[in-house]
């Protein structure tokens, strides 16, 4: 299984990002796809959900209205929109078996994205 993310960067508060994550080594398509992030010295935290098709989606509280997550034959993603300084992590992705169920299918992580947002 390998997880590649990137798109991260510097920006500053209300600004926006479009993160990807390019999956290989396993059907990937037929897994539902999350995003996670990491706070320096914390746990990593599930931000949001796409279904296998691609038509359902359910975010964290915090994010709800301002990151939207989609996907592709290629990719998944994530834009962030309105970015606040409490968005500075991060970003991971990995599939999860079932749909509503947030634990990462797969024990290995990607290398992340890092999203810094200060001004």
């Known amino acids: 299984v390998r997880l590649v993310e990137s798109g991260g960067g510097s920006v500053q508060p209300g600004g926006s990002l479009k993160l990807s994550c390019e999956a290989s080594g396993f059907i990937w398509r037929s897994f539902a796809m999350s995003w996670y992030r990491q706070f320096p010295g914390t746990e990593r935290e599930w931000v949001g959900q796409i279904s296998i098709g691609g038509s359902e989606t359910h975010y964290l509280d915090s994010v709800k209205g301002r990151f939207t997550i989609s996907r592709d034959d290629q990719a998944l993603y994530l834009k962030m929109d309105n970015l606040e300084p409490g968005d500075t992590a991060r970003y991971y992705c990995?599939?999860?078996?079932?749909?509503?169920?947030?634990?990462?299918?797969?024990?290995?992580w990607g290398q992340g994205t890092q999203v810094t947002v200060s001004s």
């Open positions: 990995n599939a999860n078996r079932l749909y509503y169920n947030h634990s990462p299918a797969s024990p290995s």
